[in-house]
């Protein structure tokens, strides 16, 4: 028996015409993400002359992955699998500070592979993120062993 799939879309978050891929779907109790970046937010930083570094970008990505967890039927503590991609390894701190400023309170964060690519969809995008949830589960109640 197959689990039924849902189209996850969030209202804040569009899926340009004729795209080939979902920002989101929710299988069963689990909730699959593409990854997110800040466009279009980075780009119009850029154009107003100042540009998102690593922290705000993040933080702006993180908060996409929010409000498709949450029109998936959950919340942040259902976050529990992080993929993050950035253009510069040198990044790492301050992607790493979003996170924790993200994920404060959790009981423990979610878990995590960070790599460095060579570019982005965008030049100006330093910072891409995948992301995995179950809607069954809360890791800002589970106990540290």
């Given at each position: 028996?197959?689990?039924?799939?849902?189209?996850?879309?969030?209202?804040?978050l569009?899926?340009?015409?004729?795209?080939t891929?979902?920002?989101?779907?929710?299988?069963?109790?689990?909730?699959?993400?593409?990854?997110?970046?800040?466009?279009p937010?980075?780009?119009?930083a850029?154009?107003?002359?100042?540009?998102?570094?690593?922290?705000?970008?993040?933080?702006?990505?993180?908060?996409?992955?929010?409000?498709?967890?949450?029109?998936?039927?959950?919340?942040?503590?259902?976050?529990?699998?992080?993929?993050?991609?950035?253009?510069?390894i040198?990044?790492?701190?301050?992607?790493?500070?979003?996170?924790?400023?993200?994920?404060?309170?959790?009981?423990?964060?979610?878990?995590?592979?960070?790599?460095?690519?060579?570019?982005?969809?965008?030049?100006?995008?330093?910072?891409?993120?995948?992301?995995?949830?179950?809607?069954?589960?809360?890791?800002?109640?589970?106990e540290?062993?």
């Open positions: 028996m197959s689990a039924a799939v849902q189209r996850v879309q969030a209202g804040s569009s899926e340009p015409a004729g795209s891929w979902s920002n989101a779907l929710r299988i069963g109790n689990d909730v699959v993400m593409s990854g997110m970046t800040g466009h937010a980075t780009r119009q850029l154009k107003a002359g100042a540009p998102l570094d690593a922290y705000a970008q993040t933080l702006v990505v993180l908060n996409k992955i929010r409000a498709l967890v949450e029109a998936a039927g959950g919340h942040v503590g259902n976050l529990y699998r992080l993929t993050v991609y950035v253009t510069d040198a990044d790492k701190e301050d992607v790493g500070r979003a996170r924790r400023d993200f994920f404060a309170g959790h009981a423990v964060f979610p878990t995590s592979t960070l790599v460095e690519v060579s570019a982005l969809v965008f030049p100006e995008l330093r910072v891409e993120i995948e992301a995995g949830a179950r809607l069954d589960l809360d890791l800002r109640t589970v540290k062993r």
